[in-house]
């Protein structure tokens, strides 16, 4: 059976799978005690998608050697977000088993590699690998020791002790809080048109103008029997005199001028709206019955 690395049978495993969150990165403890033996490397899954291994990193518990944990091996610790390897014991059960690397192709004969480190003494004495001549022997019938099979017949259902994750180590539920989201939005209140008009006067003004005009006095001598000597303009016709004539005349015309300046903006007002909301939020209560 194919295996894939989860990334390469799902891109989007973290959305789908985790809710966000990554599996890669997460500590690996021996058993049930506090020895970390590594972190979570990548995740092999079938062509179905269901998990199948983790790999392990084991970092300097072993000289960065990179080894699987069948799923059914291991429980999920979800409240110190850490996985708890149930199938490996000792760091001599983990130098047996075959390292891996990420450019290999893990196949039938590799996985029964695997399967034999963490199978029983009596599994491993009684599970016939490959098909072979008969021999006459009376196997040893144990509860662990899954029907005979070989490359062509083996499936993951052969081994549920090394393959089905456990619902009592791999329980997940979640708490709910609630919270208080503020938000704003902006609403139309009003309206302001600000425009103009023309309003018409009629205006009355008064320019005083100046006209010129000519007033010829004729006066008599008082002593007409004196005599005179007359210029050389005596006894001859024509002009003897010529005087120039003006008037003023009212030039009135309209001229544009600024007579007021009006500036249209606005202010912002900042006030504070208050409001009271009951949220509620979700508490573990663990009864303990011995």
């Known amino acids: 059976m194919a295996l894939y690395k989860i990334e390469d049978f799902n891109p989007n495993y973290r959305q789908d799978v985790f809710d966000g969150e990554d599996v890669k990165g997460i500590p690996v403890y021996a058993g049930k005690t506090d020895e970390k033996i590594g972190t979570i490397h990548n995740v092999l899954v079938d062509e179905t998608g269901r998990f199948r291994y983790f790999v392990i990193d084991?970092?300097?518990?072993?000289?960065?050697?990179?080894?699987?944990?069948?799923?059914?091996?291991?429980?999920?610790?979800?409240?110190?977000q850490r996985i708890n390897a149930i199938g490996i014991t000792s760091k001599e059960q983990a130098e047996k088993l075959p390292e891996y690397d990420d450019s290999m192709t893990v196949d039938y004969d590799y996985e029964e590699r695997v399967r034999r480190v963490y199978r029983t003494p009596t599994v491993e004495a009684t599970v016939p690998v490959e098909a072979s001549p008969p021999v006459e022997t009376t196997p040893v019938v144990s509860a662990a020791v899954p029907a005979a099979y070989d490359r062509n017949t083996y499936t993951y259902d052969?081994?549920?002790?090394?393959?089905?994750?456990?619902?009592?180590?791999?329980?997940?539920?979640?708490?709910?809080?609630?919270?208080?989201?503020?938000?704003?939005?902006?609403?139309?209140?009003?309206?302001?048109?600000?425009?103009?008009?023309?309003?018409?006067?009629?205006?009355?003004?008064?320019?005083?103008?100046?006209?010129?005009?000519?007033?010829?006095?004729?006066?008599?001598?008082?002593?007409?029997?004196?005599?005179?000597?007359?210029?050389?303009?005596?006894?001859?016709?024509?002009?003897?005199a010529q005087m120039a004539i003006y008037e003023e005349t009212a030039d009135i015309k309209k001229q544009a001028f600024v007579r007021e300046e009006v500036d249209v903006r606005k202010e912002v007002k900042r006030d504070r709206i208050e409001a009271t909301e009951t949220l509620r939020h979700e508490e573990l209560d663990v009864d303990t019955k011995a």
């Open 58 to 80: 084991t970092g300097f518990w072993i000289f960065g050697k990179k080894v699987l944990l069948p799923v059914g091996r291991c429980s999920v610790d979800v409240e110190y």
């Open 158 to 240: 052969h081994e549920p002790q090394l393959y089905q994750m456990s619902d009592r180590d791999h329980q997940k539920f979640r708490l709910y809080e609630e919270k208080l989201i503020v938000d704003k939005s902006r609403r139309k209140t009003g309206e302001v048109t600000i425009g103009k008009r023309v309003e018409t006067e009629t205006v009355r003004t008064a320019v005083p103008v100046e006209k010129e005009r000519v007033i010829i006095e004729r006066t008599t001598p008082k002593s007409v029997d004196s005599p005179v000597f007359p210029d050389n303009s005596a006894f001859k016709e024509g002009y003897v």
